[in-house]
């Protein structure tokens, strides 16, 4: 099978996973709209947001430190080995974040302590091995199980009065259907414990990866909560819709990252793999971005019966256009992490950081919501220069 036909393959079978996996919380979205105030989603979103940051903390460096040894992870020893490392590092995480929580509980709000759950859901998900372990139909069935108990559940039972259970229901039934897989899969779940020196020298080998990783998460998930502290709750809940229609193209690329990472273990031409992969990437691009355009027309008379008062079309119409840096620099994104340039992919991630955070304070004050779209924009196209650079 020619290199396009198998990584199409791979991106088609991710792809329907995403796209099952991003569903479900946009119908989750307009399920809360129709039933409390866009500032309670805002203030949902937020502290979900948190938690998934420190979700990604307790994650250490999984799954990139895995990438170099993805042809190895077929194993079951290797596997194993791997999983007992990362759910060490994830209760050593949980406690940690549990304690802190707790004696913070009198002064944080009530739609905190419950979002903890968020955070406990993750505690024992396989997920981030199952892609690298081509695992992508027992993925569609976690992700989609997973979401559609959360979905069920907040249908029947959130309300104006009790909408500060959404997270933990989220996070419930993250944890209940990842026992389900583990159970399927065989995987223990009373880990052997590491000698506490073994277990430090780990985090030693790993900390590049572990900064770069939880960098890029930060990355990810920090608009809403900064967005939230600084503009207000009502601001948050607008942007988190955006925010959701940039999580699609960022899983897009997820997915072509990993679809196209295979092949560059079956040749040391890296370079001249990536660079079909460019060509081809700018195709997928104006596809995309046009597809999305067409869409945002189409659905423009809905999207202002469900954002009253609010240029909805117009912010996710400006924001489309982050669709073009995100995809372009996921090839060069691919090279980096083979040639293993951890410390220029690290400095790349903090600068992206900083110029989020300050820019989406400028701007935001000046500009609003439309402030703070251009700040995206701006520390994506800075993202896609750096890498195209290093590359």
Known sequence: ??????????????????????????????LLLQRIEISKIGEIMSWQMVFAILASLSNYSFPIRLIPYVEKLHKK??????????????????????MLTLLLAFVLPKIALFSFMVLVGKLISPSLFLPLLSKNKLLLFNNFLSRLIAVVVVFFMISTSNY?????????????????????LGWDLNFKLSKFSLLIKFFKQDVNLFLIQFTNAVIVMITIPLTHLFFGAHIAGVISIIDK?????????????????????????????????????????IIIFASTIVCLFLFRELLSEKFINQNISYYLALASFSIIPIIMSTPYQIMSFRLKKYASIFSISKTQLVVLVVSLLCFGSFLDVYGIILSILLHESICFYLYRKMG
Not at 18 to 30: A, G, H, T
Not at 85 to 91: A, D, E, N, P, T
Not at 166 to 177: A, D, P, R, Y
């Open 1 to 30: 099978m020619s290199m396009l036909k198998k990584v199409g393959w791979r991106f088609v079978t991710l792809s329907l996973v995403q796209l099952l996996n991003l569903s479900f919380p946009i119908v989750l979205y307009f």
């Open 77 to 98: 020893y290797v596997v194993e080995a791997y999983w007992n490392k990362l759910v060490q590092v994830r209760f050593v995480f949980f406690i940690c974040i549990g």
């Open 164 to 184: 500060f259970w959404t997270n933990f229901i989220i996070g419930t039934s993250e944890l209940v259907v990842s026992i389900l897989v583990l159970r399927y």
């Open 245 to 285: 229609m940039i999580m699609v193209i960022r899983n897009a690329t997820g997915n072509l990252f990993f679809s196209v990472l295979p092949e560059t273990f079956e040749t040391k031409q890296i370079r001249s793999v990536i660079g079909v992969t460019v060509s081809k990437f700018k195709i997928l691009t």
